[in-house]
């Protein structure tokens, strides 16, 4: 069956401008995640939204970053006033559901984004 | 912030030989589990082991985990060229986030 997918791959955006980046789960998983990948920072969590419960939002690094997830299926990521800072490749991840002792994360390829 | 460090950062061994990467961790999990990456991008899932459990194989990995010692190793064995990547391990503890160690940089040569 399809993987997780993203869009677009590949982003340059000028600093300043507000971004989304999309994530299609794979269909039937509960669980969505955010995770950034940066040349400083590694990779790191940045949002989790499991069913119907408030989303873990612990990982988000400043309120300049928001996410939501429509009919409990695609998630779009904003970056509203991209900073340099924020250039790196977001990745998507999703699983069945939610049991931490045996869930497989599975991960789309990711959007690079680049702000100049 | 990291939960984990791996070791080494960077590995470069010929094919044939076997491969072995550590991870070490801070805090209790509920699982460990290590995953491919190639060219930056997508990350790809290879193995995941539980808390109450030791050692698990999977083709040529081999994963342990030492629950005392807060540490776990991957070993891939008889390396392929195909093996070049990049190697992550990544823990859950009580939340379902995944904490990830730095990584391992590994190079399979000809």
């Known amino acids: 069956g399809a993987g997780v997918s993203q869009s677009p791959s590949n982003k340059v955006t000028e600093k300043g401008k507000d971004v989304e980046l999309r994530c299609d789960p794979i269909?039937?998983?509960?669980?969505l995640y955010w995770y950034r990948q940066s040349l400083g920072q590694g990779l790191e969590f940045l949002i989790y939204?499991?069913?119907?419960?408030?989303?873990?939002k612990s990982g988000l690094p400043s309120d300049r970053f928001s996410a939501e997830r429509t009919g409990g299926s695609v998630s779009t990521l904003t970056i509203q006033r991209t900073q340099q800072e924020d250039s790196a490749v977001y990745l998507c991840?999703?699983?069945?559901?939610?049991?931490?002792?045996?869930?497989?994360?599975?991960f789309g390829p990711g959007t690079r984004l680049t702000v100049l | 912030s990291q939960q984990g460090e791996e070791d080494p950062q960077a590995l470069s061994i010929q094919e044939g030989e076997n491969a072995t990467m550590n991870c070490s961790y801070k805090?209790?999990?509920?699982?460990l589990q290590w995953y491919r990456q190639n060219s930056g991008r997508g990350l790809v899932h290879l193995i995941l082991?539980?808390?109450?459990?030791r050692e698990k194989h999977s083709g040529r990995l081999r994963v342990t985990l030492d629950t005392s010692k807060k540490s776990s190793s991957l070993l891939i064995t008889a390396s392929r060229a195909a093996d070049t990547a990049s190697y992550f391990c990544?823990?859950?503890?009580?939340?379902?986030?995944?904490?990830f160690g730095q990584g391992t940089r590994l190079t399979i040569n000809p």
């Open positions: 082991i539980r808390s109450n459990e």
């Open positions: 990544a823990t859950v503890t009580g939340a379902q986030k995944l904490v």
């Open positions: 991840a999703s699983s069945l559901e939610d049991r931490p002792s045996t869930d497989t994360q599975y």
């Open positions: 269909s039937g998983h509960t669980a």
């Open positions: 939204f499991q069913g119907n419960s408030a989303p873990d």
């Open positions: 805090t209790s999990i509920n699982n």
